[in-house]
């Protein structure tokens, strides 16, 4: 027979009505309009933040960030630091778990059961990505023509990746499309719906605790409107 269990829902400090702003290149920044705009917990009509509300210009600003960052020192970032850095994310985001799950259902209302239930699929994905920082490689092929040649492959990054999160789902998509872009050396530049925004800035927070040397500090994330058409 299953049992139902009520879970206490308190507001959260962090989404205390006060203004939040975007986080590009590692600082804390108001969008270039100055426009901002009010998130309200679904459930209840409570305000939760208000936030910077990104457009087109800090779109601009945001891919600027990651390339500078892809074409500086994170694109030398070796496999194994790439791996250790997720691994220390996902350690990061398991200490916290409640607290991003609590405010995902804050923002965009989802059972609180639901959003807690992700845990294991988030924290799994987080770990995968880590093992694959050193193992994805090319390969050394036969080479069939007359000669002493030599053929093999090479995988590399692309560079900048923009990663638009959706709303219902926000902190398993935001994982599965930051971690294959830190294994693979490649610099995010992430837009997520005015819905969920919330977790966004608090995991912002807490990636850039990691080392100031990381792609956390380095890499975009801003809010901008539900639509991202300027992405």
Known sequence: MAVTQAIPMTRHPYADGSYKKMLIDGKWIDAASGKRFETHNPATGELLATVAEGDA???NRAVAAARRAFE??????????????????????????????????LDMGAP?????????????????????????????????L???IFSYTLK?????????????GPLGASVWKIGPAIATV???????????????????RLGATLSSNSMFAKRS??????????M
């Open 146 to 148: 007359p000669g002493d």
């Open 72 to 105: 500086g020192p994170w694109s030398k970032v070796k496999p194994y630091e790439r791996q250790a850095l997720l691994l220390r994310l996902a350690d990061l985001v398991e200490q916290n778990f409640d607290e991003l799950s609590t405010l995902d259902t």
């Open 57 to 59: 210009e800090d779109i």
């Open 156 to 168: 590399e990054p692309v560079g900048v990746v923009g990663a638009i999160i959706p709303w219902n």
């Open 112 to 144: 609180i059961s639901r959003t807690r239930g992700t845990k294991q699929r988030v924290l799994g994905m987080l770990r995968y990505y880590a093992g694959q920082a050193t193992a994805l490689h090319g390969e050394t092929i036969e080479n069939s």
């Open 221 to 230: 994330i801003r809010l901008c409107r539900a639509s991202c058409t300027t």
């Open 186 to 204: 490649n610099s995010t530049s992430e837009s997520t719906n005015r819905i969920a925004g919330t977790c966004r800035q608090r995991e912002g």
